[in-house]
Each structure stands twice: as structure tokens, then as C-alpha cells.
């Protein structure tokens, strides 16, 4: 058995990863060294994000839902703009997590396992 937390982790955050990192490099023409430091991360794992080695499915998914993309979105800029805590990043993530779950098509697209997942019933991030 899976937990949907893993699911999301792998498939899901890269994705998210790779929406931020685009965000910040073509809204803000960061580059990607400055874009990684902003996002905490190194500029190889940037470039990675940014080919979609990872969560490519995912990735594809969550572009066509406004709803899901507007939250990614508010999440590049409090990185870009620095301004806002570790709490409020993981409430935005949480936010984006909780969303993707509920709808149901995108985790069943993105699932490749046939293992059975457990989803948090009463659980809200």
C-alpha cells in the first residue's frame, strides 16, 4: 500500500518544482542559478525541473486546471518576493496538494502503480 503523500511527492511535487521555476524565469527573467537559490535548490536540479524528467504527466495535467496553476503561481511569487514564512510555503503547498487530490481524474491519470493507495479520508492539510 501507498500513501497518496507518496504519490504526491513523486509525481506531483516535481511537477509543481518545474511550474515555479518557469514562473520565476520568464515572469521575472531570473536565471536559473537565481531562480535555485530563491527556491532553495541547486541550478542542476533547476535545468532538471525544467526538461520534465519527472512528473511530465503531472505536470501536463495541472497546466489545464486554473485553479490549481493560480495557487502554483501565488506560491512563485511569495518565493520570488521573499517575503513570506516557511509556514505560509507549506500551507500554499498543502493548498496544492489537497487540491490534485480531489480531483480524483488527475491522481487516477498519473497513477502507475496498481497498488492500493491510501487517501486521507477526514485528513485536510
Same mark, same amino acid.
Given at each position: 500500500m501507498k500513501f497518496y503523500c507518496e504519490i504526491f511527492t513523486k509525481n506531483f511535487l516535481p511537477a509543481i518544482r518545474a511550474i515555479i521555476a518557469e514562473h520565476l524565469i520568464e515572469k521575472h527573467g531570473l536565471?536559473?542559478?537565481e531562480a535555485a537559490k530563491k527556491m532553495g535548490l541547486t541550478q542542476a536540479a533547476i535545468s532538471h525541473y525544467l526538461r520534465s524528467k519527472r512528473g511530465a504527466k503531472a505536470y501536463n495535467l495541472i497546466k489545464n486546471h486554473n485553479d490549481i496553476l493560480s495557487?502554483? !503561481?501565488? +506560491?512563485?511569487? +511569495?518565493?520570488? @518576493?521573499? /517575503?513570506?514564512?516557511? /509556514? !505560509?510555503?507549506?500551507?500554499?503547498?498543502? /493548498?496544492?496538494? @489537497?487540491?490534485?487530490? +480531489?480531483?480524483?481524474?488527475?491522481?487516477?491519470? %498519473? +497513477? %502507475?502503480?496498481? !497498488? @492500493? %493507495?491510501?487517501?486521507?479520508?477526514?485528513?485536510?492539510?
Open positions: 536565471t536559473q542559478i495557487n502554483i !503561481e501565488k +506560491l512563485a511569487e +511569495l518565493i520570488y @518576493e521573499g /517575503k513570506g514564512t516557511a /509556514k !505560509e510555503a507549506y500551507e500554499y503547498v498543502c /493548498k496544492i496538494c @489537497e487540491s490534485i487530490r +480531489l480531483k480524483t481524474h488527475i491522481v487516477d491519470e %498519473v +497513477l %502507475v502503480t496498481e !497498488e @492500493e %493507495v491510501m487517501f486521507p479520508d477526514s485528513y485536510h492539510h
